[in-house]
């Protein structure tokens, strides 16, 4: 028997807070289908939005129905062509957050009610990356960034003194993971994200994520700090690097390696 759509919205929504719940409407389409929209809008200025289908083995299957690499072709910018850079970062994406692309439909399957939310928190974050890929031009892009982060920081450890991969959990209970912690001084912890561009969107989402995670990370991290590692600071993105400063996150800009060192290593 297939669980009742009503009661799977109801199971849903009850999970998320109250940030949260102000970004996104669930809808139902139909009995099996029940369709996500979010305030959050693309490079383009379009609402993202997926679905969530019910399955008959009691699952879910996430889905946008092929509109975000359709919409992005629409305006220009063709993300499949492989060996280029927007393909490899929108692969890296995908991998990161667990997701596939089949046949031009971006998916998550085979998804239990009881990790529900934390995948529709993974799509929106996703999505909202790949959007983001709309800011990027061959001129400006300089491979993928965080293989130029991992490279950097591998090569000078004795400056660099950090563990990958650190998950937090926020107050709804999803998890959020951390792509470095430096800890630069014994008992100093420096959990940071990497962000290839900021926008609108990523401070939107980036400031929703600290105020998920702040209890776990001054619970379970000693003198612990939430930080942003982006690639580039443009004079279009400064006004969302303010807008996180201005919310104790602090935003180094991997292009300043003076400013990198100063902060993330171990004189800082």
Do not use: C
Not at 30 to 36: R, S, T
Not at 173 to 183: A, L, S, V
Request: hydrophobic share 35%.
């Amino acid at each position: 028997m297939t669980i009742n759509t009503n009661q799977a919205l109801g199971k849903i929504q009850s999970q998320w807070t109250q940030w949260i719940k102000n970004e996104v409407e669930f809808k139902a389409i139909d009995n099996h289908d029940i369709q996500v929209l979010t305030t959050f809008t693309d490079y383009f200025g379009d609402g993202i939005l997926f679905n969530i289908i019910e399955n008959q083995n009691n699952n879910f299957t996430l889905t946008d129905k092929g509109y975000t690499l359709w919409n992005m072709e629409m305006n220009g910018i063709d993300l499949t062509k492989k060996n280029t850079t927007r393909y490899k970062l929108l692969i890296w994406y995908l991998k990161s957050f667990d997701f596939t692309l089949l046949n031009g439909r971006i998916i998550k399957e085979n998804v239990k009610l009881n990790n529900l939310s934390q995948s529709i928190i993974d799509f929106i974050q996703l999505l909202l990356r790949i959007s983001d890929l709309g800011a990027t031009n061959r001129a400006n892009t300089k491979g993928i960034f965080f293989d130029d982060a991992k490279n950097y920081f591998n090569n000078d450890k004795n400056i660099f003194y950090f563990t990958t991969n650190n998950i937090a959990v926020g107050k709804t209970k999803q998890q959020y993971t951390f792509e470095y912690n430096f800890t630069p001084k014994l008992g100093m912890n420096r959990l940071t994200k990497l962000y290839n561009t900021l926008s609108k969107n990523s401070m939107e989402a980036i400031i929703g994520i600290y105020s998920d995670t702040i209890d776990y990370l001054n619970d379970n991290y000693r003198n612990s700090s939430f930080n942003i590692l982006v690639n580039g600071i443009s004079k279009e993105s400064q006004p969302y690097a303010d807008g996180l400063e201005e919310h104790d996150i602090k935003v180094i800009d991997f292009q300043n390696k003076e400013a990198v060192t100063e902060f993330f290593g171990k004189a800082a």
